[in-house]
Every structure is written in C-alpha cells, then in structure tokens.
C-alpha cells in the first residue's frame, strides 16, 4: 500500500518592532494556494510562488519525492500561505491557521507523514510564538509515531516549544538565500527514509546566547563560509542525514532569540548530540565577527559623489538599511529620503516611500498634474517625520500584493508613493512603473541582501546607509532577554545557557 504524505506552507518572517499587524487577507493577497491548484504549481513547468520565485521549498519537496518514491508515495497537497515579511500575526490570523490545519488534517484521514514549510521567526499578538502552536496542532492530530519535517529559512528562531513537538528541523545553507528548492529536497530526504523505514532520524539540536556575529553572514564569505564547509563534511558521514545553523533574525522580540544548530541523525542519538554541539562551538567561535557599520545618510551621500565611473557604466544601488521592507520595516521612513532629496541636486535618483493617503488622494488625479503633499512619516511617527513634496503625477499602476502606486517627478528624484509595503528589491519595481535602473544615478533599495542578486547586471556600487528606523542593527540592546546574551551583555561560554533554554543538564 502506498504512502501518504501531506505538505503545506506557512511562513512569514516577522518584524517584531512593527506596529503594521498581519492578517489572513495580508497572506490571501500576497500568496495563497491550496489543494490540486497548489500540487500543479508544484509540478517541474509550474510557478510555486508567482512574483517572486519559480520554484521554492515545496516543488523541491515534491519533485524529490517523485524522484525517491515514484507511485510509492501518495503526495497529499494542503495549503500554501505566504507573507512578505512585516509584523506580528493578529490573534484571528493564527486561529484561522489552527482551524485550518485541523480541517485539513480530519479530511485527510491516515497519513504516514508531514512536510511543513515554515519560516521559523514568525511571532504573534497573543501567540507568541505561532509556529509552535501549528506544530503542536499537527502533532497532536497525526499522533506521536508519524515523522514531521519542517524546514526553516536560516534567520529562523529555534526553540523548546517547536523541538518539544518532536519535528525534524532543517534549514536554508545559503545566505542570500538561493536554496529554497533544494531544502525542499533536503527535507524529502528525511522524509521518505524515515516513513519507509529506510532510517530513524533522530534529531539533536543546540541554542546559543549569541544575537550577532558572522560579519556580514553571508555563506560565502569569511567567517560563515568555514562553518557552512563544515556543515558540508559532516553531512558526508553515513549516518549524519543532516545539519543547519540558525542564525536568527534581529527584529525579533523573543526573550529566548539567539542562534541554534540542529543535526539530524540515522539511529544514533549520541552522535546527533556530538555533531549538534561541535556545530554549535563553530558558531560561537565567529561571535566576535560584528556587521560592518553602516555610514550615515550625509556621509552615503558623499560616496555616492565620489562614485563618478559607477553611476556612469549602471548605477549605485543605496540600501535604506533603517527601513528595510524585506526585513518587515513599514517602508515610510523619510529620514535617506530627505537628505537624498536635499542633496541629491543634479542626480537622477529613483526612490520609494510607502502612504497610502497620498496613493488615495492622488489616485483620481490626471497624469501632468502638479501637487503638493507631505509622504511618509504617518504610520510611526515616532521614526520619521512626513517629507513635504513638490512635483508631478507621472503614472499609476495596480501591483498584486502590494496594492496601488503613484509615480511622481520631483525634478531630480523619480519617487513611487505605495500603498502597501514597497519592497523595492528587483528592478521590476521601478521598471513596471516606466523608470529604468540603469539609467539612474542612485536606485534606493529597501532590501539587505538579496537585491544584490537581482541587480547584478545594473548595480556597479552597493551602499548601505544608517538613519534611525525599524531594522536598525542594535535592537536586540532594546530586548529583554531571560538570559544574559551576546554582544549586548558580556558571555563566558555559551553552554549554560544553552542547558537552561532547552531544559537539559550534561
Ligand atoms: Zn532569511
């Protein structure tokens, strides 16, 4: 007889310092499939996830799972929700989700597995931490003997909770992110072993009193790059099935954040334990290596002058790194914003802000229109202040996901007035509304890393700037944690720690 595995998505990386709450409607608009409409999305000619990526975690899953298991498997598609990062869940969003998987779960009758795609740093108003509670709803309704495997994005926050709920967990090894297919892959791995009893993957999995370090984190580079080797070898030895390091993501108010490692084992739980806690001494060995800082809005602007040849041969892409939308910032700080338009005489520079009472003022206005309004600063007013305008309506458009947007001229500053949160990463942002990347001086970007793999062919300068906003790099010095954590308070060794947090003694 052949076996049943269900798979489903919930994933949402949360800023936790915004106030912009996510609803069911929030993920309805931005990505939402289910049942035979998601298993074709998930088919080698479909598109997983439209406007964002062709095929992530779960097309990975089921094409590996085709692979491994042929007709063996029965595949059992649930549901697909995804959000852009942004803030906490309100309470009806995560009811809705446990009613939800609990509908789900009755009509699917007997299952011999369970795939999840989470994101892993998802918190709530009233849940705190809903990943645990969808983990524990599923457990509790497929019972203690049917493997679960959840994959996570690596600035995800692992915990008791979720490791209690005796899940599988396995996460990105790229940072930027280029790996969604194959974790999906991983994860089909452990998976079919551990339903067709090919293996019994035990899983062991270490947290450290660590927020920051790694430098600038990406796996590429120095001192990331030594870890992620290692994880590499040891995934290499015949029972290690295998290994993540979780790095967190610091808009996160969780009094217990800080990284983690988990390693997944055939059968031999002392091993698991051996690889998870070498792994994690791999970890707190880079704690020292802090982000770069980032210069000032004044001080960008001065190496953005300086940069003659690259603004000539493309652009300057400029990370408005206080706001960073991908990051879950509101995308209304006017602090870069202002100084790129007191300074920026005789550029051409394309930027964003998001308001959506301007986007409703404006949106009946004829094109060629003068107006004058103030933008930004409305929704946290305690950032920002609104920036008086001057200019002209030059387009409208309709995005999917992120609502309506208004292009103005402001001379020399193209600016996008959105609705919703822009998420200026790709240059389809500025392109569907007529601007060309590479015709400008500066692009404003409100994205951390991953604009950098989208721009490669415009961007010849990449500069970050620091204002004050809701992705600053010294957040977590505003959290309180239950435990004394690196860098914000002085930490011998990490273990103790680490014991407490996961109620185990060695
Ligand atoms: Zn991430």
Redesign the pocket.
């Known amino acids: 007889m052949s076996k049943r595995i269900a798979f489903l998505r919930i994933a949402q ?1 949360t800023n936790a310092l915004s106030p912009v709450l996510t609803s069911i409607d929030d993920f309805r608009r931005t990505h939402f499939f289910e049942h035979g409409d998601l298993l074709d999305r998930c088919q080698p000619r479909g598109e997983e996830a439209p406007g964002f990526l062709r095929n992530a975690e779960l097309s990975g899953f089921v094409k590996a799972m085709k692979r491994l298991a042929g007709d063996e498997v029965e595949l059992v598609p649930m549901f697909s929700a995804w959000m852009i990062p942004a803030g906490p869940l309100t309470e009806d969003a995560v009811r809705w989700f446990l009613d939800r998987i609990r509908r789900e779960f009755e009509a699917a009758g007997h299952l011999d597995g369970v795939y999840v795609s989470l994101h892993g740093a998802m918190r709530g108003v009233v849940f705190e931490e809903p990943e645990a509670d969808f983990l524990e709803t599923i457990r509790k309704l497929v019972g203690p003997d049917v493997p679960v495997v959840a994959s996570l ?3 995800a926050q692992m915990s008791r909770r979720k490791a209690d709920t005796g899940a599988l967990f396995l996460a990105y090894h790229t ?1 930027p ?1 280029r790996d969604h297919a194959s974790t999906g892959a991983r994860c089909a791995d452990v998976l079919y072993k551990a339903v067709t009893g090919q293996a019994r993957p035990v899983m062991a999995w270490r947290t450290l009193p660590m927020v920051l370090g790694g430098g600038f984190t990406l796996d590429f580079l120095a001192p990331m790059r030594g870890v992620f080797r290692y994880i590499r070898r040891v995934m290499r030895h015949p029972k290690v099935m295998d290994a993540s390091a979780l790095m967190v ?1 610091l808009w996160n108010d969780d009094k217990h954040l800080g990284w983690a490692c988990t390693a997944i084992v055939d059968g031999d739980t002392l091993l698991a334990e051996e690889v998870a806690h070498e792994l994690a001494h791999k970890l707190w060995s880079v704690r020292h290596h802090m982000p770069p800082l980032f210069p000032t809005a004044d001080e960008a602007m001065v190496q953005i002058r300086r940069a003659k040849w690259a603004r000539r041969l493309g652009t300057i892409c400029l990370s408005d790194a206080s706001d960073m939308v991908g990051a879950g910032a509101v995308g209304e700080n006017t602090r870069l914003l202002r100084t790129l338009l007191e300074e920026g005489e005789g550029m051409r520079i394309f930027a964003t802000v998001r308001d959506e009472e301007v986007v409703e003022a404006l949106w009946g206005t004829s094109e060629g229109a003068r107006v004058e309004v103030e933008v930004g600063g409305k929704i946290c007013p305690e950032l920002s202040r609104p920036l008086p305008v001057e200019g002209v309506v030059r387009g409208r458009s309709t995005d999917h996901g992120f609502g309506r947007r208004v292009l103005l001229d402001l001379g020399h500053m193209q600016l996008i007035v959105t609705e919703g949160p822009p998420l200026a990463m790709k240059p389809m942002f500025y392109r569907s509304m007529g601007l060309k990347p590479m015709k400008a001086d500066v692009v404003m970007v409100k994205s951390l890393f991953p604009f950098r793999l989208f721009f490669l062919c415009q961007n010849r300068k990449t500069i970050y700037a620091r204002t004050r906003g809701m992705t600053d790099f010294d957040a977590p010095y505003r959290v309180q944690f239950a435990h004394p954590v690196h860098p914000v308070h002085p930490v011998s060794d990490w273990q103790t720690v680490d014991a407490l947090r996961r109620g185990a003694w060695y």
Do not use: M, P, R
Request: charged share 30%.
């Open positions: 990386e994005d690596l600035h940072n992110h993501q």
